[in-house]
């Protein structure tokens, strides 16, 4: 994410949001974040049907490194 809003601050180009999958269980569908997710971890709690989600932790650390760098 941080690496799209500086391609696009480059560009002169401005995004009109981001929208992602979250939930607040403690589900391992997503990689990364500070809970360190690996992709051998995927499936020790993978409850989505559909897409994957970022977990409560992954949320709120991109809520914040979005509004840190999002101007």
């Known amino acids: 994410m941080i690496q799209f809003i500086h391609i696009l601050k480059e560009a002169g180009i401005h995004s009109g949001g981001v929208h ?16 360190e997710i690996s992709e051998e971890d995927i499936s020790y709690k993978y409850q989505s049907l559909c897409d994957p989600r970022l977990n409560r932790m992954q949320s709120l650390e991109i809520a914040y490194l979005l509004g840190k760098n999002w101007n």
């Not at 999958?21 to 990364?32: A, I, K, N, R, S």
């Open 20 to 35: 992602l999958e979250m939930t607040g269980p403690d589900v391992t569908e997503c990689t990364g974040g500070i809970p």
